[in-house]
């Protein structure tokens, strides 16, 4: 079959992928439009899914009660896991920005409902984790999606699963997997944030490729696609 | 900020979503270019990670004798789970082509590395499993990629973890995420396999959307968006 994407629509694919920002500051106070939303919405319910069964939820929030709760989960948490660093880092941590719950105008919790179409479901037996697995994979549509909208989306993961489930009245089974915050933003950053503040480096792309088994950095049948990883196209 | 993507750019995002399949047939023998390769790696490689932290590794693997292996797994598995479903269906799941290990030029197994830049890794204290949602968010964005480029991606889940560990020789803290095979394809299908076998019907938009809290689907704050979602846009 030839190629059915024009290099227009290709581009903004990789373009979508590369300029994809965890984002926590910025947001402006403009309203979301509807229709941009639904269509957001509707990317990531056209995620894979294991057995097709589409676990996922979209839980759209924008209650402040709610988002207040969800607020000092996230101080609670964050105060507990500084007490897993030592200075001068720890210092560093609590100085990040790393959450936009009530400086966004919408937040989203996207949910893992493993009865759904259950209990049989196709290709979930031997690795029951993949049903979460597909949520994830919608949480990335929904993401690229927003980003080619121009809409900034920031994944908060510094909360507790309990005040969340027990906020948003979730049923014991359904596991919340990830809790967004959406909104317009007066700018997108050019690098990730913590690459930027030199808290980690981005990996070059030949230190997370292997040929044929773990750890395998080089083998003679893969000569050319090594040498094209190791020049690490710089399509960022 | 205006949108800094054009309609054509944006168009190419959706399209992608929108005609990605799971691809078990159809694989041609075609090789799979080394440029092509390396630019779908590296948007994997550029998938969102819980503080910065790319879990990811990505084994390329075309080998025949550990292909073969994983394929005995994926029998093996098959035939176990099979007897979790009563006939008619179990007929029918048996007669469904479920992966492509053999027929497909390319089989990618992508890892998840808890000890990657840690032990304190920023965001992954209060829920841990995020690390392995990273890893997924890189899949879904290696699949998108693929697709734009005229690649076909399956994910094998019916397959054995310990298995796949063992014949990959990954140490004991790794794990195997996905198993995908991918390829050159004659065609792609314009929907979900098991939507068109009837297996399961796709879910409409509206039932898996909750207004503020879990299974509110009518809110007066959220009319407007209610009403845009219940129209079920079909961009597929």
């Given amino acids: 079959m030839n190629n059915d994407f024009s290099n227009d629509e290709k581009n903004g694919l990789y373009k979508a992928i590369f300029s994809r920002r965890d984002v926590r500051s910025h947001f402006t106070s403009d309203p979301i439009d509807d229709e941009v939303l639904s269509r957001i919405l509707n990317a990531a319910h056209h995620a894979p899914s294991v057995g097709f069964?589409?676990?996922?939820?979209?839980?759209?929030?924008?209650?402040?009660?709610?988002?207040?709760?969800?607020?000092?989960?996230?101080?609670?948490?964050?105060?507990?896991?500084?007490?897993?660093?030592?200075?001068?880092?720890?210092?560093?941590?609590?100085?990040?920005?790393?959450?936009?719950?009530?400086?966004?105008?919408?937040?989203?919790?996207?949910?893992?409902?493993?009865?759904?179409?259950?209990?049989?479901?196709?290709?979930?037996?031997?690795?029951?984790?993949?049903?979460?697995?597909?949520?994830?994979?919608?949480?990335?549509?929904?993401?690229?999606?927003?980003?080619?909208?121009?809409?900034?989306?920031?994944?908060?993961?510094?909360?507790?699963?309990?005040?969340?489930?027990k906020t948003l009245e979730l049923p014991e089974h359904v596991l919340p997997v990830a809790y967004l915050c959406l909104g317009h933003v007066s700018e997108f950053a050019k690098k990730p944030d913590l690459e930027t503040a030199r808290w980690l480096p981005r990996l070059e792309l030949k230190d997370v490729v292997y040929y044929e088994k773990w750890d395998r950095k080089e083998n003679s049948s893969w000569n050319n696609i090594h040498e094209l990883i190791k020049a690490n196209l710089d399509y960022a």
Same sequence: chains 1, 2.
């Fill in 53 to 165: 069964s589409q676990p996922w939820n979209f839980i759209l929030i924008k209650d402040f009660e709610i988002r207040k709760k969800i607020k000092d989960s996230f101080e609670i948490e964050r105060k507990r896991s500084s007490h897993l660093v030592e200075e001068p880092q720890k210092s560093k941590y609590l100085s990040f920005k790393l959450e936009g719950i009530l400086d966004s105008p919408l937040n989203i919790c996207v949910t893992y409902d493993p009865l759904k179409f259950g209990p049989f479901v196709i290709g979930k037996s031997s690795i029951p984790e993949t049903g979460i697995y597909s949520v994830c994979c919608a949480v990335q549509n929904l993401w690229l999606a927003a980003r080619t909208e121009g809409i900034g989306l920031g994944w908060v993961s510094i909360l507790s699963n309990d005040t969340l489930k």
